[in-house]
């Protein structure tokens, strides 16, 4: 058995030895393929990672193999899996539609790539929204839709989002195909009754909310046009929801927008939202490094193993105070990279027109030279014209990029195909932070670091 198989290309095995409490040492390591920690004997460690199967006990070698942590010597790995999200872009089984109720939104971001206007909401753009949603639903090919409300800022258009959900809804559910939604938005608008017409008339949720900083932080970066804070309206309202236990299936991303200028102030943050009733599995820390959209951030933002290594920083942390910000190695296999690579999903702005990518519209220039169809000239039943990142695939698999080397690639997908292609680096944190985070991982199991 063991003379047909070797070693995956996508294993990270770590150096460091770990003390059980019976004495035997062990060496951790992650099956990116499946998305698998593992651990071995340091003698078996060895042997594996040299190659030497035949040293390794049966069951150890059908273990490793039902984590395809060993695989086929007949296999091409990066073919098989760039064919296996190649299979799922092109399919149709969940159908994802972002859509952009309004181009306006409220604050005004310093980091903010878009270009915010106000326009009048058209009721036909509306309708083709329902149209598009009803469509997807009905396409043999779906069984599930997924809706998510973008922006601008989505609660602007509040009145579109329910009228869109009270069409689409009765839909999802004659036809027996599970609908979901969530929502991106700066808080501001947020009150208890909105939220009570998000959950109970919309379906969502996942509600998503950047808060960048303590009071005075995020009050200056993230401020309201006329000038208002926003802070303590959305954190006293978070908190509120969280000691009632209302809307019980709904969870909070709270997304830190993280450069050089409040990246010492997110420990504080932290501690300030656990003091103030958000530590709760229900509330999720999402911290990210800035990014440009199109605009030059390039004297703001933080190197991306400079952010990973801060983040190890705050993930111990918010464990320390019952918080919860992911800071292991992924949990499972990403099916596609992003929206972008997958022709079943699809972008909508407020004026019809359809991108492939959430970080097009609103963007100056993006916004025209990445537009794939408008819906005034596009069938309803029909899915959206290939992107700019539809061959993404194809351009790993052709070694185009470092993605086709990378480890990480079955559970990363190349992370933004859009950024790689403007000479950014998009790698997520884990690439540079894993040996910490296997040895973080051994650690919450008991075992000892040798040394």
């Not at 689409?168 to 027996?176: M, S, W």
């Not at 942390?317 to 992911?326: E, K, Q």
């Not at 990480?408 to 790698?427: N, R």
Request: aromatic share 6%.
């Amino acid at each position: 058995m063991t003379n047909v198989l070797k070693r995956s290309d996508y294993i990270l095995l770590s150096d460091r030895s770990f003390r059980a409490p019976d004495g035997d040492r062990y060496r951790f390591g992650f099956a990116s393929r499946t998305a698998k920690m593992f651990r071995l004997r340091e003698a078996d460690a060895e042997s594996f990672d040299a190659g030497r199967l035949d040293d390794l006990h049966p069951e150890l070698v059908q273990e490793l193999t039902e984590i395809e942590a060993l695989v086929s010597t007949s296999e091409d790995e990066l073919g098989e899996l760039t064919r296996r999200r190649r299979a799922r872009s092109t399919g149709a089984r969940l159908r994802r539609l972002v859509f952009l109720p309004t181009s306006y939104c409220n604050m005004g971001c310093a980091y903010c790539g878009q270009e915010h206007t106000k326009t009048p909401v058209e009721r036909r753009r509306v309708q083709q929204k329902i149209d598009r949603a009803v469509a997807a639903l009905a396409d043999p090919e779906t069984t599930a839709l997924h809706v998510a409300w973008f922006g601008g800022e989505p609660l602007l258009a509040l009145r579109v989002i329910r009228e869109i959900s009270a069409a689409v809804l009765p839909e999802a559910e004659r036809l027996g195909k599970p609908y979901s939604a969530d929502v991106v938005t700066n808080g501001s608008l947020l009150t208890h009754r909105v939220l009570r017409e998000l959950y109970d008339d919309c379906a969502i949720r996942w509600l998503e909310v950047t808060i960048d900083g303590p009071r005075e932080v995020h009050d200056e970066r993230r401020a309201m046009r006329n000038g208002a804070g926003t802070f303590d309206k959305i954190v006293d309202l978070i908190g509120e929801v969280i000691a009632a236990g209302s809307y019980p299936e709904l969870t909070f991303g709270i997304r830190t927008n993280v450069d050089n200028q409040n990246e010492d102030r997110v420990a504080e943050l932290i501690t300030e939202l656990a003091r103030r009733g958000l530590a709760s599995p229900r509330v999720i820390l999402k911290p990210a490094p800035v990014h440009s959209w199109g605009n030059d951030v390039a004297d703001r933002e933080l190197k991306r193993s400079e952010y990973a290594r801060r983040e190890l920083e705050w993930a111990a942390l918010a464990a320390s105070l019952g918080m919860t910000l992911p800071a292991t190695l992924p949990l499972r296999p990403r099916a596609a990279t992003c929206i972008a690579t997958s022709r079943s999903s699809e972008v909508v702005d407020s004026a019809g027109r359809v991108y492939s990518c959430t970080e097009h519209p609103l963007v100056p220039v993006d916004s025209v030279r990445g537009q794939v169809a408008s819906l005034d000239l596009l069938p309803v039943d029909q899915r959206r014209p290939e992107g700019a990142f539809d061959s993404w695939y194809d351009e790993v698999r052709a070694g185009q990029w470092p993605c086709a080397t990378c480890p990480f690639m079955p559970v990363c997908g190349g992370g933004c195909p859009k950024l790689w292609k403007e000479g950014e680096l998009p790698c997520p944190s884990y690439k540079f932070t894993w040996r910490e985070r296997l040895d973080n991982a051994a650690i919450a199991r008991g075992l000892v670091a040798d040394g």
